[in-house]
């Protein structure tokens, strides 16, 4: 899973082999979630969200994962390929409650975990 | 880059100038927002705006201004630029409140 520090968490597999990429949260109010990936000298790319209302969600070889007694999500990817290689990090809005109902809060990033696919 | 564009993708500059990093996207996207990235820090948001004139700070907003004078474009300026502000600047817009943001190519920004 994700933590703070200069070391990202590592993840190798080969081509073809499924992916499993972690990240735990720690606001039990935390009402939304989104993964991206991120390739060296690019920009985060959107790969799916997921609402707290719902535990699993489907993409394109894609799969989010989301436990909320444990507070924990993951991303499964797939026949993982070369291409897949890069960092992933999840984030997560942490909602806020006051007298009015819920607002939307912050948005988190984790750090992200580094995955290698190999040929 | 679903359509977000910033400019410049580098710069370096000395410590004490003025610094203006431009953002512009085509989807009509109503929030946009401006990150650094840093080792060993997660994405930091600086400003966001959720509206044409209507710009709110983020976690990190000292030393910095934004500026947003037409939908398309979110403008941040480093008054006085320091070392510290040495870092990657990504813009973001989405639809919804911290929704489903889409990034641009970021700037790569030195400090000297």
């Known amino acids: 899973g994700e933590s703070v520090g200069l070391h990202l968490p590592t993840l190798s597999v080969q081509e073809g082999d499924n992916s499993i990429i972690n990240c735990a949260y720690s606001?039990?109010?935390?009402?939304?979630f989104i993964w991206y990936k991120q390739e060296s000298g690019k920009g985060p790319q959107f790969i799916i969200d997921?609402?707290?209302?719902?535990d699993k969600r489907q993409g394109q070889r894609v799969t989010v994962l989301l436990n909320k007694t444990v507070k924990h999500l993951s991303l499964q990817i797939a026949a993982t390929q070369p291409g897949d290689s890069a960092v992933y990090f999840c984030a997560e809005r942490r909602g806020t409650s006051n007298a009015g109902g819920t607002s939307y809060g912050k948005l988190t990033f984790g750090q992200g975990t580094i995955l290698t696919v190999h040929p | 880059d679903a359509g977000i564009t910033q400019s410049p993708r580098h710069k370096v500059t000395e410590t004490g100038t003025p610094v203006t990093l431009r953002c512009h996207q085509t989807?009509?996207?109503?929030?946009m927002y401006w990150y650094r990235q840093d080792p060993g820090h997660g994405l930091r948001l600086i400003h966001y705006s959720y509206g044409v004139k209507d710009t709110d700070k983020g976690e990190v907003s000292d030393g910095y201004s934004v500026s947003r004078s037409k939908t398309e474009d979110f403008l941040l300026t480093l008054e006085s630029a320091t070392s510290s502000q040495t870092s990657v600047y990504f813009c973001a817009a989405g639809t919804g409140y911290n929704e489903k943001l889409f990034f641009g190519s970021g700037t790569q920004l030195s400090v000297l």
């Open positions: 606001n039990s109010a935390s009402d939304y």
């Open positions: 989807e009509n996207h109503r929030y």
């Open positions: 997921i609402r707290s209302n719902m």
